[in-house]
């Protein structure tokens, strides 16, 4: 696909960027056609192109840019560069590349007069911009500010950092006097005890430092403090062979007068092994060139002359610092010390060792050195003897034997020897650095502080092929500082979205803490495992570096942490596992070699050495080992080591910083050649990339990265349009502008001063701008046409503001309204409720006496008593109501009360209502169990009857049985006898027939009797009498006769029975009358003489009811029979007398079918009914006849002997009736239903 040739950005290794043209686009990549013809055409991945917008216009803010990216960045630094504006923005960090020339009138008091009180963008990006600002933030936040300085050595951070203090001391400390000066003059003495020439840097700071100037309440200056961070001691004993020590000692060669040259037996560089392996030259300019003698000049100063630099000179620079130092308060004196103990040092360097040759293998000092001995020794204040001593062995003390304790001196190696002779000496230049520090901070007030404006100026993010420990430290400085970076300036950025008005959300960074916790955690840091190792008894960096890979490797940040051979350099690969690591920091991987690090990381002398000089004659010697930690007495395991200090001064700082408000400056250094007007793209690239400048443009982009004030829009565009359009305020016009063009709402966003866009969303704006004159017609209509829509908008919407504004009166009328209806509403309901609601609780107890009232009726005892009671109640509970009602200013508790005691009064009526109750429960419940137990009782006794009567039928049936068997007996004995009869009679025969002839004699006069009878019976009816006397004792013969004519053998026998009878008789009762014989039979005891009696009685009554059944066949009187038919005839039969009773009963009852025949014989009338007789003995002695509808006729012996049965039991045959016989009980039912008279038997009838 071919390109409309878009100019683009692409990576280049050496320039950094350059710009071509996309000519074709492939895939994920795109051939490209550079514009410079220098550079080849290129194919490129889509990652390392990016769009250009107008590569020849520059910014002073790179967020104005209209492409946000690295290359659009570069390329404005390098324009502006060119242009000799160094400084840029990106936000509010300040971007300041190095001009290796003084650029005119960029420093001095005018340009500081320019920039006192301007706002940050009002003018040009410079230091004292950011200078101003932090005083401005200062006063106006009254909180103390920091201003970071930072980029790699030789970017120009101690020149910023003194510009800044320049600016602050020039335009706040005018009449400070001295505190002013002593500020300023801090810098030409740090500088030559702690910086030297490197091969990046002339004057290179080999320590970090935070200076603070201090401010009173009136934002004048009045103090300041320095604070310095890891001073680079091993540059103090070997530099590399373009590098120098530390100015000092060439200040001291070069400017130091003749005589303290004597004195301090200083020569030349070459003379010193400290000095003579590195570079020997001077900084000299000219002039100063010649007031150097030979005899101070090394070869290579003779050879090559000296070092020229802007700003060094190592003659001008002694007199400077000379000057300076007495300034801040050192006598000529001290600072002869200072200068004795640094010469001291560089003669302690030439102090040589050589093999002792002995059993001990110890060393001694070369004969060649003993001169340096003996000068170092006098420097500084010791006895050369003991100096030798102290360098050639070391104080132990025993742990086995001899006398536990004791000290012992233990030779030394030449190595070893040599290594304390350099450790003593950068022991005494480091401790001269601190001493130093210490008093210019003496000399500077600081007690009138309020505020401070601190500046950081530390060494930036250092990466060498090999780097070693302070690397370490000073990479751990910058993860750090870098942290805090991103989390302020991401405050800041959001912090203007927030005051522009936008409604941007929270931006988030990528944090870098794990690289942090990998270095510092205090239980598996690195630093903690250096430390660990430190106190082995034999400390060893492989067994370090292991450990470091071991602990670290496995965890999170294995991805931070790996081994030399990942490295992408070659150099580094050549380092085995155990002989480094490899860091990932945030500005890119750093292989440290470890070989270095536990010696770098415990700076104590060895004891002998200490106590050595802690015992010097010089004052400021021991002054220097007096306050230091003693580490040695403190023992290897409580040691504190350089790692361990750095991190608790970092942390100190780090609080610092926290606390202030923060301004950052980032450092660039153009070109490694340190020369002005050069630029290496490649180079400022990777500084910006280390700075977290790039990573700040990434995080930028997810916010609104292009920002133009509106003026500034408004003055770039107005050209392109028409007059009218030319003459609106800028933010209308900016308005109008950016909405016609239809950008999605998304893209840009007003803010109060400024309008801001999304990435590259400027350059589709500016593309629109600039497009054909044709183009611009319709954009030109298209904002007239928004202005008219605008304005008519504007115009209904400040309308309809008016309406809503109506409406809201209205609206909030109406609801003051319902407020104050409310607030009346609840005044009321404050007031009335209580009562509404006492009322509605009092009436409520109502609802209880109704209750009451359902339970009354149950009651049975008291009911009037409850229903006063509850009647009571009521009134009082309608008197309450009255009393509430009647009085609307009774208080709630005088309800509460009246409602208490109602309550009450009801509960205790419920209680009384409910214990009544209850008692009459109980009660009932009492009846109910008393009544099932008489239940129980009366089931127990119908049963026991139940039983009685079962047992009773048992009886009855036995009886029944025996009756039966009575009976067959009777009969059984019946027909015996009626074959012993008829034998007798058969036998009787011829006796009778004899007999019949006197009987017929006796006829005639036998009929005359009966004639007699019957006319004395019509008589005795006729006159109600009765008749007297019997009928003829012979006379049943015939009325025998006459009922049986043809039986002869009854005729005989009956004969035979009369005579039997009157032969046995004892008594004669044929002349008894009838009166006589009842009443005997009623009293006498005399059973023989009752029981003839009782047979002459039924013999008469026989013989009349004979003689009346004769004469009642003429008559109709058949209801008057005495028993039944079948008796009768029965009774016709004769019978032989009973012999007293035959089964031993004399009483029996019997009960035969009898029906009395009615209207006509055997007619319909017949009704069947029962005759039931009780014989007492032979005779009858309570007879029952019973008709269904006739009144029963109950007959008793002795009172209706008349009308009842007259025969003899034997003669009714009843016995021998199956089934006519009953049981006692039987005949006493129905006679006593029939109301019968209980029996009295005769003969008790007189008791
Ligand atoms: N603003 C400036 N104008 C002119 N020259 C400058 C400026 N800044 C720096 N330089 C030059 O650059 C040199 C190095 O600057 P400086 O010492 O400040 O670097 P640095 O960042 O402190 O490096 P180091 O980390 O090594 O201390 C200075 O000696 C000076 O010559
Ligand atoms: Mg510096």
């Known amino acids: 696909m071919t390109m409309d040739k878009q100019l683009v950005w692409v990576r280049d290794p050496t320039e950094g960027f350059v710009l071509a043209r996309l000519h074709e686009l492939m895939g994920e990549e795109a051939d490209v056609f550079p514009v410079d013809n220098r550079h080849p055409r290129r194919v490129c991945n889509f990652d390392d192109i990016f769009p250009a917008g107008d590569p020849s216009k520059d910014v002073d803010d790179n967020c104005e840019l209209m492409f946000l990216n690295e290359a659009t960045l570069l390329n404005n630094i390098l324009t502006r560069y060119k242009k000799s504006k160094i400084y840029t923005f990106v936000a509010n960090i300040l971007l300041a590349v190095n001009p290796y020339e003084d650029i005119p009138d960029m420093y001095s008091s005018t340009t500081i007069k320019k920039y006192q009180g301007r706002s940050l963008g009002e003018l040009p990006p410079h230091v004292f911009a950011v200078a101003d600002k932090s005083f401005r933030d200062m006063k106006a936040l009254k909180q103390s500010q920091s201003i970071i300085v930072s980029g790699e050595s030789g970017a120009g951070k101690t020149e910023s950092t003194k510009y800044i203090l320049k600016y602050l001391c020039d335009l706040w400390a005018k009449g400070a006097g001295p505190v002013e000066q002593k500020i300023l003059d801090a810098n030409p003495i740090l500088e030559a005890f702690g910086n030297a020439k490197t091969t990046r840097n002339n004057n290179s700071s080999r320590f970090g430092k935070f200076m603070e100037v201090h401010f009173s309440n009136k934002y004048q200056v009045v103090g300041g403090h320095i604070s310095h961070y890891l001073l680079e001691k091993s540059r103090i004993c070997t530099q590399s062979a373009e590098e120098r020590n530390y100015h000092v000692f060439y200040l001291l060669c070069a400017g130091a007068p003749q005589e303290l040259r004597s004195a301090l037996k200083i020569t030349k560089p070459d003379d010193y092994l400290y000095l003579k392996n590195g570079c020997t030259q001077y900084f000299t300019s000219t002039q100063s060139e010649k007031k150097i003698n030979a005899s101070q000049k090394s070869k290579q100063q003779q050879a090559k002359a000296g070092l020229r630099d802007p700003i060094l000179d190592d003659v001008e620079d002694f007199q400077r610092l000379h000057q300076a130092l007495s300034r801040v308060g050192l006598s000529e004196a001290e600072k002869k010390s200072v200068y004795s103990v640094v010469a001291a040092v560089l003669h302690l360097g030439n102090v040589e060792f050589e093999e002792e040759g002995g059993a001990r293998g110890g060393c001694r000092v070369s004969p060649e050195s003993e001169t340096a001995l003996a000068t170092a020794a006098s420097l500084l204040g010791v006895d050369p003897g003991e100096l030798r001593m102290a360098l050639v062995s070391r104080l132990m003390q025993s742990s086995r034997g001899g006398i536990k304790g004791t000290a012992i001196m233990v030779p030394l190696k030449t190595y070893e020897a040599s290594s304390a002779r350099d450790a003593l000496a950068k022991a005494v230049y480091s401790r001269l650095f601190d001493y130093i520090v210490r008093r210019i901070n003496d000399s500077i007030p600081s007690s009138a502080s309020a505020y401070y404006i601190g500046v950081l100026d530390i060494a930036g993010f250092e990466y060498f092929q090999m780097n070693s420990f302070e690397q370490f430290c000073i990479n751990y400085c910058n993860e750090k500082l870098q942290q805090f970076f991103n ?74 942490l790996q081994v030399p051979r990942a490295s992408r350099l070659k150099a580094h690969r050549t380092l085995r596992d155990h002989e480094g690591f490899l860091l990932r920091h945030f500005a890119g991987a750093v292989c440290y070699n470890t070989n270095q690090f536990i010696e770098k990381n415990n700076d104590a002398l060895h004891a002998s050495l200490e106590f050595l000089v802690q015992e010097s004659n010089s004052g400021l010697v021991q002054q220097l080992f007096e306050t230091v930690d003693n580490n040695n007495a403190k023992g290897k395991l409580n040691f504190i080591s350089v790692g361990a200090k750095f991190q608790t001064q970092l942390s100190q700082l780090m609080d610092k910083l926290k606390e202030n408000g923060t301004n950052f400056v980032r450092c660039i250094k153009p070109n490694s050649r340190m020369v002005g007007r050069e630029i290496e793209g490649s ?52 308005q109008a502008i950016v909405h016609s063009f239809g950008l999605s709402d998304k893209d840009y966003k007003f803010g109060v001063t400024r309008v801001f866009f999304r990435p590259g969303k400027y350059s589709e704006f500016d593309t629109i701008m600039k497009s054909d004159p044709e183009n611009l017609k319709a954009i030109v209509d298209s904002v007239l046409a928004w202005l008219v829509k605008s304005r008519w908008r504007r115009s209904i919407f400040s309308a309809l503001s ?15 309204v319902t407020v104050q209806k409310a607030v009346r509403g609840y005044l009321v309901r404050r007031q009335h409720q209580p009562r509404y609601r006492g009322i509605t609780k009092i009436k409520s107890l109502e609802n209880n006496l109704k209750e009451m009232e359902a339970v009354i009726p149950q009651l049975k005892k008291e009911k009037e008593n409850a229903k006063k009671n509850i009647e009571n109640l009521r009134n009082s509970i309608r008197g309450a109501c009255t009393t509430i009602k009647t009085n609307p200013k009774i208080s709630r508790t005088d309800i509460d009360k009246l409602y208490t005691k109602l309550t009450k009064d009801v509960e205790s009526q419920m209680a009384a209502l409910q214990k009544a109750m209850m008692d009459q429960k109980n009660r009932e419940e009492q009846e109910r169990l008393r009544r099932i137990e008489a239940e129980m009782r009366a089931a127990e006794e119908a049963k026991q009857k139940e039983q009685e009567r079962i047992k009773q039928e048992e009886e009855h049936r036995r009886l029944k049985a025996e009756m039966e068997a009575r009976r067959k007996a009777e009969e059984a004995e019946r027909l015996k006898l009626e074959e012993q009869d008829r034998i007798a009679a058969m036998k009787l025969q011829q006796q009778m027939e004899q007999a019949a002839k006197a009987d017929q004699e006796n006829r005639e006069r036998l009929e005359q009797e009966r004639r007699d009878h ?3 019976v019509r008589l005795a009816k006729e006159t109600n009498g009765h008749v007297e006397g019997s009928p003829p004792q012979l006379r049943s013969f015939p009325s025998m006769e006459s009922m049986n004519g043809e039986n002869k053998l009854n005729r005989s026998e009956r004969v035979r029975m009369q005579q039997a009878m009157q032969g046995k008789q004892k008594h004669d009762l044929s002349k008894w009358k009838y009166s006589e014989l009842r009443d005997t039979i009623n009293t006498s005891c005399d059973i023989e003489l009752l029981e003839a009696c009782r047979h002459e009685f039924h013999r008469r009554l026989k013989v009349y009811h004979a003689w009346k059944a004769k004469n009642a066949r003429k008559s109709t009187m058949a209801e008057q029979e005495r028993a039944p038919q079948s008796i009768m005839d029965a009774a016709k039969t004769p019978r032989l ?22 209207g006509g014989a055997g007619g319909e009338g017949e009704r069947r009914g029962w005759w039931y007789a009780h014989f007492d003995g032979q005779y009858v002695a309570r007879q029952m006849e019973l008709h269904p509808d006739k009144t029963p006729v109950l007959l008793q012996a002795g009172v209706d002997d008349m009308q009842m049965c007259e025969l003899s039991l034997e003669e009714t045959g009843l016995t021998r009736k199956r089934g006519a016989e009953i049981l006692e009980h039987e005949f006493e039912r129905e006679w006593t239903r029939h109301n019968g008279p209980s029996y009295v038997p005769p003969h008790s009838r007189m008791r």
């Open 802 to 816: 008016v309406i809503k504004l109506k409406n809201k009166i209205l609206y909030r009328r109406q609801c003051l």
């Open 1014 to 1016: 019957e006319m004395a």
């Open 1137 to 1158: 007398p009973q012999k007293g009773d035959i089964l031993g009963a004399r009483h029996r009852y019997f009960r035969i079918p009898f029906v009395r025949p009615g």
């Open 487 to 560: 989390e302020r300036i991401l405050k800041n950025e959001q912090e203007l979205y927030r005051r522009e008005g936008l409604n941007v959300p929270e931006i988030r960074f990528v944090d870098n803490q794990d690289c942090i916790d990998l270095i510092e955690s205090k239980n598996h840091g690195i630093f903690h495992i250096l430390d660990e190792e430190s106190k082995l008894p034999k400390p060893d960096y492989g067994h370090f570096t292991n450990a470091v890979h071991k602990e670290l490797s496995g965890n999170v940040a294995s991805a931070r």
């Open 683 to 734: 180079l400022v690239l990777t500084q910006l990339q280390c700075s977290g400048t790039i990573a700040v443009l990434a995080l930028m982009e997810h916010g609104f990265p292009s920002r133009a004030p509106f003026a500034e829009l408004h003055n770039m565009y107005k050209a392109y349009l028409p007059a009218k359009l030319q003459t609106l305020t800028p933010k209308v016009f900016c």
